[in-house]
Structures are given as C-alpha cells and as structure tokens.
C-alpha cells in the first residue's frame, strides 16, 4: 500500500511531466509556423536535405 506522500509526489511528477510535453509541443508548433512564414516569404531557399544555398537576401547572391 502505497503512502499519501508517495501517491502525491507521483501524482506532481506526472503534471510535470504533462507540463513539459506540452511546452515541447508549443515550441514545434511555433517552430513550423516560423518556417511556413519564411518560406511564404522566399527567405528560406535550401536547407540541410537540399543543394540550394540558403540567401536571407538577394544581395547576398550576388557577394558569393
């Protein structure tokens, strides 16, 4: 038989645990909303599966 304290420690651990799978599924969603956006606005050309060089801007083509 389990004590009180036991049962409320558990019962803290899983609300933490809760707490922070959904602050890491805040964050990924933030995350894709950010590279949607960018990508609506062309700042995202290649990334790491890609052969297209990443340019924040079109200056930035012409330095390289």
Same mark, same amino acid.
């Given at each position: 038989m389990q004590s009180e304290g036991m049962r409320m420690r558990q019962s803290r651990d899983a609300a933490v645990v809760a707490k922070v799978k959904r602050e !890491?599924?805040?964050?990924?969603? $933030?995350? !894709?909303?950010?590279a949607k956006i960018e990508k609506d606005l062309g700042l995202r !050309?290649?990334? $790491?599966?890609?052969?297209?060089?990443?340019?924040?801007?079109?200056?930035?083509?012409? !330095? $390289?």
């Amino acid at each position: 038989m389990q004590s009180e304290g036991m049962r409320m420690r558990q019962s803290r651990d899983a609300a933490v645990v809760a707490k922070v799978k959904r602050e !890491r599924e805040i964050v990924e969603e $933030k995350e !894709r909303i950010e590279a949607k956006i960018e990508k609506d606005l062309g700042l995202r !050309r290649g990334g $790491k599966d890609c052969n297209i060089p990443r340019y924040r801007n079109p200056s930035d083509r012409q !330095r $390289k």
